[in-house]
């Protein structure tokens, strides 16, 4: 029985934001001296020459990252590089800080593995963010930094809010994500409709004197020919990649009756479809366009599923929150011996294997 399986039980009886804030108040604690990152690190770091992926200029010691929303304020990098994770994304960073939707607004649907959030962009705005990076310096494994707009935002605001956070973060991020997918902002325009896309992105091209790879993180919820008119986008702005996906408005495959809750489901029950979405992306996209799959990822079989649907990184939240700090250990040792067993040298080997 691990420590995680003792403590779950008491963490699952609190509020879930209660639990989450808890939860990283332990990891700011154990990410505070050289000497507990170091016995974290020897009890749940995992390597493997097999995981290791170069991509976007940088080096991944292994394909499984921790996704936007955990870590928004960039408060425990240092702890989740060692707790194994292969990267970490932090965000979603607003330009100012914000509060956020009225609590409760994070629910756990425990028998469906899930949970729902309606969280709505709080943060602590970019300039915390960026003296935390200044001070503590970045960990050792690639950062992404996911970049947002303000709730009240109009859409001529919305892209001067993207170019000021990317200004402040890209120096320190080994890549950039664009969230115009969160299921959970104010609905006043629409935010992935292709001309707001492409001012984004020109904008964005114009301030990014030292080319940091930009990607963009879109919803599970777009039908096919909207998937297919994105890529047209990232391509026309030569984009470095697609996070897919976000949380959904969906509600398939929930039982609980926390279901009913306003936001985006994410866990378990978005598996299925996130895959589908990478599959649709990587078999319509240039050869070589980066896909990040994210969305019910808690196991090595998982995990592999959506990299031989084409991911070459995967991400995870709520399999994290259920599985605990083992989680990132337990799937990279997984995802070598699933490797070993398909005759792959490396993850790389296996991106896209099912779609020939
Ligand atoms: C509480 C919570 C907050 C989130 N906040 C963000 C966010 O700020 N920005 C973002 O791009 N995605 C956010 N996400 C979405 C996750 O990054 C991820 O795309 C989604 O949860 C699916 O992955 P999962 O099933 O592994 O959780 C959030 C998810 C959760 C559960």
Redesign the pocket.
Known sequence: MTLYSRVRPLAFKLP??TA?TLGKRALRAAQSTWLTRAALASNYRYAHPALETELFGSRFPNPVGV????D?NAEVTHALEALGFGFV?V??VTPYPQAGNDRPR?FRLRTDE????R?G?N?QGMERVRARLERRGPPQVPLGV?I?KMNSSDEDEAIEDYRRVFDRLAPFADYV?V?V??PNTPDEFDEASPDHLHSIFETLAAENDDDVPILV?IGPDSPEDSMLELLGIVEDHDLDGI?A???TTGREGVNSPKAAERG?L???P??ER?TEVIRTLARNADDDLPIVG?????SAEGAYEKIRAGASLV???????YGGPGTARRINQGLVDLLEQDGFSSVEDAVGADLE
């Open positions: 879930a934001e989450h996704a936007a929303g955990f928004k994304e965000g979603t994070l899930a949970m729902i959030n969280m962009f943060g996911n947002g994500v969230n997918s969160c993180k996070v996906t976000n949380t985006g994410s866990g378990a978005l598996a996130s994210v969305g019910g990822v808690d991400q995870l939240y709520t399999g994290f929150v």
